[in-house]
């Protein structure tokens, strides 16, 4: 992949509480990083100057936005400590090679529950319900998604590549072919 790549989209992406209760349907604004800052001043300053703290921010804020009132929602508004996983697919486009990639995106949440908005009934719209997470923990995560399985030894794909198509599909991963550790043969590829 080429260095100018146009980060284009998030294409789709699930929330997951202690990495394996997926959470429905949800949208999430995820916290700003704003520095922690200290005013600076006096002689040979021009009045005032936040400086910012190395390494230090500000109280950070996780918000999930549900549709309706749901079951998730109201469990992550229990005053215990919650773990968010919100893994997702990322578009990019390679104008070098005039293709799509598409990368992994995770990020690891983790915090206390500050605030649950039940929202508003009201007939035939949304409810407007949402959670905030008071975010003391955070991990983001962008990596390279690997689009096929690769096996060595016998054994059934359900759609094994062969020829030059598992040729090109090793070339554009980029590794030239894996191969197995002990008998140094070219592993398959599905």
């Not at 104008?95 to 508003?120: N, Q």
């Amino acid at each position: 992949m080429s260095n100018n790549v146009v980060p284009e989209k998030l294409i789709n992406f699930r929330a997951y509480n202690d990495g394996n209760d997926l959470l429905g349907v949800t949208d999430v604004q995820l916290p700003s990083l704003d520095a922690m800052t200290e005013t600076v001043k006096g002689a040979g300053i021009a009045g005032e100057v936040d400086s910012p703290v190395l390494g230090h921010f500000g109280s950070m804020e996780t918000v999930l936005n549900w549709r309706t009132i749901s079951k998730p929602g109201m469990n992550l508004a229990s005053q215990k400590g919650v773990s968010l996983d919100l893994r997702g697919a990322q578009q990019f486009y390679d104008p070098e090679k005039s293709e799509y990639v598409v990368k992994a995106v995770k990020c690891v949440i983790r915090g206390v529950p500050k605030k649950t908005e039940l929202g508003k009934l009201d007939v035939g719209t949304t409810t407007g319900s949402s959670n905030t997470i008071e975010t003391n923990y955070i991990k983001v995560i962008i990596a390279v998604v690997k689009a096929y399985s690769s096996a060595v030894g016998a054994g059934e794909f359900v759609s094994e590549i062969f020829g030059e198509e598992a040729v090109e599909l090793r070339r554009r991963a980029g590794v030239g072919g894996e191969f197995f550790a002990t008998t140094g043969r070219l592993m398959r590829i599905e």
